[in-house]
């Protein structure tokens, strides 16, 4: 019998399952994947998120294992205007990180095991398992057969097509739409000049420094292009690459390529019920955005701080107990959302970057206004707050 079973070990769960075993709590944690594994997801993380993993103990490892920091973010939304600043500092952390998945993920379920948490990979969820109207564990499959686990509390941090959240029935209350599609691939020898984002003419060129001396090189563009784009990723990437930022075009070369362009057209925005009797979900289980803005891990790494203030205290108490912390951690994760989940939708719909140039051109040469605008892309500012700031 553990306290709690935690399906899905990246980001949202291996984080959970960490900060709840440093509590005392028994945690299994079971992801169908092994790990290190790669994941369909870019990796910019926001100095909030950065802050989490210094919080964790965790951000020295992580820098240790070649990541380079990104102090430095230019936005060029037309060819003879760049915005350059900083990040939008928070507590103390003025740089953002964009570890691959590789290394994230797979330093966070180290971390997870390290605290006592009992991981168990390539183990996939069959069902959950309920008594009188509770859930009170799950069923997994894994290469030696069908083996079933009970629990005060089933966590389902198993991403979009979350089967934590299919098995509860958890509703959809909030479904905003799919706006966009991104791919992405690697490249070696680009210079470092921080997070580059080139916007405008439908479609958006992003370049950010990343492990292995790599940069990740992204196009992002509406949805309505998704089965076009698809029918020859290559040219279309490199096309919408050449024409938005020239200067990078140039260094994407055949010899300098690290691994074929990946992406998704499943860029869509929803938020599900957080939790029920014996259920909660964190991270895309819970709430998804469109990558826009690059939030999800942060907000994952958000709900999973949450979850562990509220637990561990309750699970001694009986199941009311559990439900009345749960009823919280999703009040929170709403509170918390709300901004972030507009501003991105709203980036998603997408409006014509040249809106902002008359803006953008009024903060020109404010660090301080300028990071301001780079914090509406980490959910931390809203533009109405970014316009009173610069009148
Ligand atoms: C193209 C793209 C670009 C993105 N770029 C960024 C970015 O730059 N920055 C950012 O912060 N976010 C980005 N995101 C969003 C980010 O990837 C997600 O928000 C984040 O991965 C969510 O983490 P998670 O732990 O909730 O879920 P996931 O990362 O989806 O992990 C879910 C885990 O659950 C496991 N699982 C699923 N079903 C089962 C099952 N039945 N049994 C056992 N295990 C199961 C899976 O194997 C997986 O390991 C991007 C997303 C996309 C698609």
Same mark, same amino acid.
């Given at each position: 019998?553990?306290?709690?079973i ?31 594994s ?17 919080d964790w103990?965790?951000?020295d490892?992580l820098?240790?294992?070649?990541c ?32 691959r ?49 009970r ?7 198993d ?28 490249w070696?020898?680009?210079? /470092?000049?921080?997070?580059q984002?080139?916007v ?11 492990? &292995?001396?790599?940069h ?6 509406? &949805? ?10 290559? &040219? ?11 200067t ?17 057209? /499943?860029l ?30 942060? /907000?994952?790494f ?20 559990v ?5 919280? &951690? ?11 989940f ?11 970057s040249g ?28 533009? /109405? ?7």
């Open positions: 019998m553990y306290d709690v935690i399906v899905g070990a990246r980001c949202a769960g291996a984080a959970t399952a960490l900060l709840l075993a440093r509590q005392g709590v028994r945690v299994l944690l079971v992801d169908r994947a092994t790990f290190p790669d994941t369909v997801s870019t990796h910019l993380l926001h100095p909030a998120g950065v802050a989490r993993l210094r103990g965790l951000l490892s820098l240790a294992t070649g380079p920091p990104i102090e430095a973010i230019s936005f060029q939304p037309t060819e003879d205007f760049v915005l350059r600043g900083a990040p939008y500092a928070y507590d103390g952390v003025t740089m953002s990180l964009a570890p998945r590789t290394v994230l993920d797979a330093l966070l379920v180290e971390a997870a095991g390290a605290a006592g948490v009992e991981v168990r990979e390539g183990a996939s969820l069959q069902r959950v398992v309920w008594e009188e109207g509770r859930v009170v564990g799950a069923e997994f499959r894994d290469g030696g057969g069908v083996f079933e686990e629990a005060a509390l089933v966590v389902g941090a991403g979009r097509r979350s089967s934590v959240a299919r098995e509860v029935g958890a509703e959809v209350v909030r479904d905003a739409g799919n706006f966009g599609c991104q791919f992405y691939g690697y070696a020898g680009l210079p /470092d000049e921080g997070a984002l080139f405008g003419g439908g479609q958006a060129v992003l370049a950010f420094p990343t492990h &292995h001396g790599n990740l090189v992204l196009v992002g563009w509406p &949805h309505a292009r998704f089965a076009e784009v698809k029918q020859d990723i290559d &040219h279309h990437f490199l096309a919408a690459v050449a024409e938005r930022a020239p990078v075009r140039e260094r994407l070369t055949e010899d300098a390529r690290a691994g074929r362009i990946a992406g998704s057209g /499943d869509s925005n929803y938020i599900r019920a957080s939790s029920g009797p014996g259920w909660v979900l964190v991270g895309d289980a819970a709430m998804a955005k469109d990558a826009v803005t690059a939030q999800g891990i942060g /907000d994952a958000a709900q999973a701080q949450s979850l562990a203030d509220r637990l561990p205290a309750a699970l001694g108490a009986g199941p009311a107990a439900d009345a912390a749960l009823t919280e &951690h999703g009040a929170e994760r709403d509170r918390a959302g709300a901004v972030a507009e501003t991105t939708v709203a980036f998603a719909m997408g409006g014509s809106e902002l140039l008359p803006l953008l051109r009024a903060i020109k040469g404010r660090p301080d206004l300028v990071s301001m605008f780079y914090g509406i892309y980490a959910g931390r500012v809203t533009m /109405d707050e970014l316009v009173a700031a610069a009148a």
